[in-house]
């Protein structure tokens, strides 16, 4: 796989111009774009990151297709706020989340997925390759019967 990089320092909007430059005359299928970590309380970066899309979209007023923010679980109810703020800015279409084999239980990504209406891509369990998993909702589910009490029963 083709991997375009610039040395430290150098404009990352820039970068990304000439990736999508080079994804089109190469004719590829996908071009993904690996923004470095940033704080939402950081202008100067969340800036950058506007950059990148002001940028790609001369070449592709549609770019970029699809916008996932990758949470870390030990953040917390933090997520909240980062959601917010990079929706704003990035117009976020997914989200990732990661660290979940920790202590960290993620309880508010459910909550997130839903009061921003954003699909969950995926979630990390481990720092292999293989640990960045699909979500599957729980296989037990809780229902009322018809007097109206709770049961549990096993989904398919
Ligand atoms: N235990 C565990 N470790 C993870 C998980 N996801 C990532 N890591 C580890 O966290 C560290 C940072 O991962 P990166 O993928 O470099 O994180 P990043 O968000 O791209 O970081 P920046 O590009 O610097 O912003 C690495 O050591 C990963 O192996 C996860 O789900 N569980
Ligand atoms: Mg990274």
């Given at each position: ?69 990758v ?10 706020s980062?959601?917010e ?5 990035a ?10 084999d ?14 921003f ?36 029963e096993?989904?398919?």
């Amino acid at each position: 796989m083709p991997v375009l990089t610039a040395p430290e320092g150098s404009d990352p909007a820039s970068l990304a111009f000439d990736a999508l430059k080079k994804a089109e005359t190469d004719g590829a299928d996908l071009l993904m774009i690996d923004t470095a970590g940033r704080l939402q309380n950081r202008a100067d970066l969340m800036e950058e990151l506007a950059k990148i899309v002001r940028v790609i979209r001369k070449i592709d007023p549609s770019a970029p297709h699809n916008t996932l923010l990758v949470l870390d679980a030990t953040t917390g109810q933090n997520a909240l706020s980062q959601v917010e703020t990079f929706q704003k800015l990035a117009d976020v279409t997914g989200l990732v989340m990661t660290k979940l084999d920790g202590t960290a239980k993620g309880g508010v990504l459910v909550a997130l997925a839903d009061k921003f209406g954003l699909p969950i891509h995926a979630i990390g369990v481990g720092e292999q390759i293989d640990d960045l998993a699909p979500l599957r909702s729980s296989r037990i589910r809780r229902r009322p019967d018809r007097s109206g009490d709770m049961i549990e029963e096993r989904a398919a």
